[in-house]
């Protein structure tokens, strides 16, 4: 919602600017590799949990603070603007 109010805020011209074919190329491939990163995650999730090494509760929570984190990380990692 924030992001949305900012682009309204900032103008047309500015919105459009954001998205630009940088944007595009740069999130069609952390996608490509976010699911990839979920998928591991989900299983190195249940190998834990599963060994009774963290409580199922607590892997869970884990589990979806990783996965935005990574979500992140390989955006940023990606972005060449960010460097």
Known sequence: MIIALAALV????????????????????FERQTHCVSMALFVAMAVVCTRGLVP????????GCLMGASCLALFVRHDPRVR
């Open 10 to 29: 900032a103008g047309r011209r500015q919105a459009r600017r954001a998205t630009d074919d940088l944007y595009r190329h740069v999130v069609a491939r």
């Open 56 to 63: 199922w509760n607590a892997g869970f929570a884990a589990l």
